[in-house]
């Protein structure tokens, strides 16, 4: 069946302006994850979303960023005002079962959107 | 808090030789899982290997294996027979094994498999 897919692919903005990120994940998965990839932070964790609800938001560098989830399906990532250490790949995941000690679901990513900030 | 290191910025190997790359992480859990992502350039992470903290055995796949040590907390990857295929970034990540299940990763290890 079909991954999980994201877009667009790449985005090129300018400084100030927003910007959204789409994430479609793998159908049925009620786990959805997005991180941030960058030269300097390497790998991090943004944001979960657990059916539409978002239990951890820990990661959410700023108030200039936010997501939603809609139908537990489809998410999308927006940032307001973006500033050039705002440039990153930003990767979702989507996992089938979070659960307790032994429901870990392995997380399947997306191919990333790379966004760059002029 | 977790925390992941990777000592190794970089490696690299002759194609089929046998390359390890370490990882170490920091926990007060005891239920945790861990894994080992590949991200060749294509940016596409792909799950190599995962070992759940309560199994004692190493956890094996193909030419990927772990070896785990949890009271030393190192979780140390194996690749046999390497092949051109296998260069990539290679990232350890650890997971609760209860709650929000975040990934925490490493910084990446480049690996390189010459011909």
């Known amino acids: 069946g079909a991954g999980v897919s994201q877009s667009p692919s790449n985005k090129v903005t300018e400084k100030g302006k927003d910007v959204e990120l789409r994430c479609d994940p793998i159908?049925?998965?009620?786990?959805l994850y997005w991180y941030r990839q960058s030269l300097g932070q390497g790998l991090e964790f943004l944001i979960y979303?657990?059916?539409?609800?978002?239990?951890?938001k820990s990661g959410l560098p700023s108030d200039r960023f936010s997501a939603e989830r809609t139908g537990g399906s489809v998410s999308t990532l927006t940032i307001q005002r973006t500033q050039q250490e705002d440039s990153a790949v930003y990767l979702c995941?989507?996992?089938?079962?979070?659960?307790?000690?032994?429901?870990?679901?392995?997380?399947?990513f997306g191919p990333g959107t790379r966004l760059t900030v002029t | 808090a977790q925390t992941v290191t990777q000592s190794q910025p970089e490696m690299s190997v002759q194609e089929a030789e046998t390359v390890t790359l370490s990882c170490t992480y920091d926990?007060?859990?005891?239920?945790?899982?861990l894994f080992w992502y590949k991200q060749p350039p294509s940016r596409q992470m792909i799950l190599v290997i995962r070992?759940?903290?309560?199994?004692?055995q190493n956890a094996t796949e193909n030419r990927f294996s772990v070896n785990f040590q949890k009271a030393a907390k190192s979780f140390s990857l194996k690749i046999s027979d390497s092949q051109l295929g296998d260069t990539a970034m290679y990232f350890c990540?650890?997971?609760?094994?209860?709650?929000?299940?975040?990934?925490?990763f490493g910084q990446g290890t480049r690996l390189t498999i010459n011909p």
């Open positions: 979303f657990q059916g539409n609800s978002a239990p951890d």
């Open positions: 070992q759940e903290a309560y199994k004692q």
């Open positions: 990540a650890f997971m609760k094994g209860w709650g929000a299940q975040k990934l925490v």
């Open positions: 995941a989507s996992s089938e079962l979070v659960g307790l000690v032994h429901g870990s679901g392995e997380q399947y």
């Open positions: 926990t007060s859990e005891n239920n945790y899982y």
């Open positions: 159908s049925g998965h009620t786990a």
